[in-house]
């Protein structure tokens, strides 16, 4: 019989078959990549024309590429696409031509001090094309004539995106952001991706409290076409968390939403804690992933982001080091594990009214002391059930018992839920 894979071995092999695809924020990569994680969770796939107006940006044109290199006089490939997606500018224009390496070192990009790792670089905005390659690739060029060619095409198409929504008990929503615009970068996005997709499968296994929306989009244009789209119906995301970089060997660290006070900075500092795990709480600011799209003043949602090591925070950070091997099945399963104890927090996380609350309700006949008997944390489960009582004049909800109490927040919910099923409170 064959050994049952963990989730994070799951994960791992979902970002080794997505890894080699070259993706940009337009493109067929974007679409094979959707089509890969269709897979696993079914998606509505929205296409989005060219010269869309969104916000107070515009769709781009899309971009697809077929083959690049640069070849020596004999032939020889010194620079292949095929070899890696990385090798290429993002959203190189085609070209086609023969020149000298003085003339081709101004369109070529190295990293001195990583003199064995190609670089990622981008030019989406402005009409350009380059390739990336290696610092000692281009030492080891000697002066001469090179060919070289980008077969690509930018032209009128579309911009794609998905969702994946795990109904709730509630319509008011919870959103989940990840990238899919990033070629061959193994943390940075797909691992985040990884966990998206597993997390959705893990909410789908139960009946969630909060509507689940997960949105699967490009940097930047994605989720400002996203909230363009949706700005009518935006009154119905109540919390928010952006997942990036979350496969890496380093420490979690959750960046706070713009509020710095919203119910999941709340949740996230709180899960985070109370599980002992090393991590860092950063302040927002409005550079970073697309919580800054979903915090900009106009929508101010309560979004944070989770990552492990943030961005460009380790010298892997969009480079060729970002392999698989960088990510680990250990540290995506440790993520996820993380976003689930946080999530089964915030889905529970009710405000009470106490019907009693004139003196201290008499539990013993109502059988909620019997309930406790025999049970190792007795005295912690009596505490709860009088801190519930207490603090439930509406105003207070079941995270701040736990924090004003210093007790479990499992405790505090499983004695709310035995006082509001013996009739002595209501949500």
Sequence with gaps: MAPMTTAGEE???LVERLYPLCRSITGDGVRATLKIVGEYV???????PTGTPVLDWTVPQEWNIRDAYIADTA???VVDFAASSLHVLG?????SQTMPLAELREHLHTLPDHPTWVPYRTSYYKPEWGFCLAQETLDALPDGEYEVRVDST?????LTYAEHVVPGQVPDEVIVSCHVCHPSLANDNLAGIAVAVFLARALAEQTPYYTYRFIFAPGTIGAITWLARNAERIDRVKHGLVLACAGDPGQLTYKQSRRGDAEIDRVM?????????????AE?????YDERQFCSPGFDLGVGSLSRTPYAGYPEYHTSADNLDFVSPEAMADTLALCREAFAVLDRNRRYLNLSPYGEPQLGRRGLYDALGGRSDTKQAQMAMLWVLNLSDGEHSLLDVAERSGLPFDTVAAAAGALHGAGLIKA
């Design 75 to 77: 032939g020889n490939r």
């Design 42 to 48: 079914p998606l509505q796939v929205h296409e989005v």
């Design 11 to 13: 994960m791992h092999a």
């Design 284 to 288: 927002f600011t409005p550079y970073g």
């Design 154 to 158: 930018l032209a009128d198409g579309y």
């Design 269 to 281: 500092r709180h899960v985070l804690a109370a599980s002992e795990r090393p991590h860092r709480v």
């Design 91 to 95: 959203y190189s224009v085609p070209v």
